[in-house]
C-alpha cells in the first residue's frame, strides 16, 4: 500500500504513495509495449512485467539499474503474478508456478489446477508463512490453500456456493477474505485452519461483479470495490469485555443482544445474524469500470486509494471512528507526466542498461555449500527452512539489492 505500479500501452509506471496532495512518479519505462501485468517487490527495485506482446513470457528486472535479471517462458498466457520476499507465483488458467525469489529457480509446478480464466490467486505478503489461495473449483466456491513454503496443501475451505471472484490476505497472512461471482456476501476465514470468522453482506438487491477485495495493514478494516459505483469497507471487531463500553444507542443495544443469542441459535440462523452492514462506504464519481483499492496510512491518516482503469486515482478519507462516507480529498491523473522522485539515496548509482547475459554473469554471492536457506531477512531461518541444492539453477542469478528491501511493518 505504499507504491502504485499501472501498465499502459507504451509500458508501466511505479508512483509512490507517500503523499496526498503529490503524486510521485519512481520510475517509467518504455522497452516494452501494451503492459498488462506489472509486479513491484514492496519499495524494492524488483519488478515484473508481462506485455501483450509476449503473454507467456515473464521479465523480471532491476529498474534502478536498469538491468534483466531474468525472464521466463510458458505453455500458455501468463494471467496474473504475485510475489513476497520469498516466492513468485506466476498463475496460469490450468497451472501455478512457484519460484524462489532469491534465485528465481523454479521450485513447484501445480498442474491441473480447475480452469482458471481470470487467473484468481492471492499470496500472502507476510514471507514468513507465504500461503497462497486459489481457486479449488470452476463450480463452486471452493479455496485451495497451498504452504508455498513448505510446497505442501495446506488445507481446503468450502467458501461459498458459486465461484469464487475475489481472494486477499490480511497482511500477517492469518486470515482470508473470498467473495463469490453473486458478490453479495464476504466472508473471512483463519489460516491456516480455515474456520470461519466473519460474515459480511455487501448487498442482496442485485449480483456485482467485485474487483477488489483488500484488508488494511493492521487487519481491522476490509474494504471491497466491484463494478457498482459503491465501495464498501467493513471494520472486523468482535465485542469483548475488554472493550470501553460503547454509547447506549438503541443499534448498539440490539448488537450486543443478537451477539448473545447467536451462542444459542442454529449455526445457519446466527450465521446470518453475524452478517454487518457496511462501516464506511464511498460513492464513485463513476460505475462499470474496472478499479483496485487499498486501506492505506498516508502523512499519518487513514485513507482510502481507489485506481480506475480510466488511469485516475482517487483518495478519500476515513474515520476509523465513526465512518460513514467516506470524503474525496484528492484526484490525480496516473497518465499524465509525473513528477520524478528526487532520488535521496547517495550510494545509487544512474541507471547503466546492461545486456541480460551481463546481468547474469555478474559475480554470485550465493556460498557454495550443501544446503542454502531460502531468501529473507533473517537468512530463512525463521522456519528453519531449508531448500536442498539440487532445487536451485546450475548459475542462479541473485539479487543484488537485498539490503533496499525494507522490513514489513506491521
Known amino acids: 500500500c505504499s507504491s502504485l505500479a499501472i501498465g499502459t500501452t507504451t509500458g508501466y509506471r ?60 510458458y505453455s500458455s498466457n501468463i494471467l496474473s503474478i504475485r510475489l513476497n520476499r520469498q516466492r513468485l507465483v506466476v498463475c496460469l488458467e490450468e497451472s501455478i508456478y512457484i519460484h524462489n525469489i532469491k534465485d528465481m529457480k523454479l521450485l513447484k509446478t501445480i498442474l491441473d489446477t480447475p480452469p482458471n480464466t481470470t487467473g484468481l490467486c492471492a499470496l500472502s505478503i507476510n514471507h514468513a508463512n507465504s500461503y497462497l489461495a486459489y481457486p479449488g473449483s470452476a463450480t463452486s466456491g471452493e479455496i485451495a490453500l497451498y504452504d508455498g513454503n513448505t510446497l505442501k496443501t495446506a488445507c481446503t475451505i468450502p467458501a461459498h456456493d458459486g465461484p469464487l471472484a475475489a481472494l486477499a490476505f490480511n497482511s500477517t497472512g492469518s486470515k482470508l477474505a473470498s467473495a463469490s ?16 470468522l466473519y460474515e459480511f453482506r455487501r448487498g442482496m438487491k442485485r449480483y456485482v461483479n467485485i474487483s477488489s477485495l483488500v484488508f488494511s495493514m493492521d487487519s481491522q478494516f476490509l474494504c471491497a470495490s466491484s463494478n457498482t459505483e459503491t465501495v464498501h469497507i467493513f471494520k472486523l471487531e468482535h465485542l469483548t469485555d475488554s472493550r470501553p463500553e460503547e454509547p447506549p444507542t438503541w443499534s448498539g443495544y440490539m448488537g450486543k443482544m443478537f451477539q448473545a443469542a447467536t451462542n ?60 460513514g462516507e467516506c470524503v474525496l480529498i484528492k484526484n490525480h491523473s496516473l497518465l499524465g507526466s509525473g513528477q520524478m522522485e528526487e532520488n535521496k539515496e547517495n550510494d545509487l548509482q544512474p541507471p547503466v542498461p546492461q545486456s541480460y547475459a551481463a ?18 531477512e533473517d537468512g530463512g531461518a525463521l522456519r528453519g527452512e531449508v531448500i536442498p541444492e539440487h532445487e536451485f539453477a546450475t548459475g542462479p542469478v541473485c539479487l543484488d539489492d537485498e539490503n533496499e528491501f525494507p522490513p514489513v511493518s506491521i
Open 359 to 376: 546481468t547474469v554473469a555478474r559475480p554470485s554471492t550465493v556460498p557454495s555449500t550443501s544446503t542454502m536457506p531460502g531468501y529473507s
Open 14 to 73: 511505479l508512483f509512490s504513495l507517500s503523499s496526498v496532495e503529490q503524486l510521485d512518479q519512481v520510475h517509467e519505462s518504455n522497452e516494452i509495449p501494451d503492459v498488462y501485468i506489472v509486479e513491484r517487490l514492496f519499495s524494492s527495485s524488483l519488478v515484473v512485467v508481462v506485455s501483450h506482446a509476449k503473454p507467456q513470457q515473464m521479465n523480471v528486472y532491476h529498474f534502478k539499474k536498469g538491468t534483466e535479471i531474468c525472464n521466463y517462458s
Open 264 to 323: 444459542y441459535l442454529p449455526a445457519q440462523v446466527s450465521g446470518m445474524m453475524s452478517q454487518d452492514r457496511a462501516f464506511a462506504t464511498v460513492r464513485l464519481n463513476i460505475s462499470g469500470q474496472r478499479n483496485i483499492c487499498a486501506l492505506s496510512t498516508i502523512q499519518k491518516l487513514p485513507r482510502l486509494l481507489v485506481t480506475t482503469s480510466d488511469g485516475h486515482l482517487y483518495i478519500y478519507n476515513l474515520d476509523p471512528q465513526d465512518g
Open 181 to 196: 461471482e453473486k458478490g453479495t456476501v464476504i466472508r473471512v476465514f483463519s489460516i491456516p485452519g480455515g474456520q470461519k
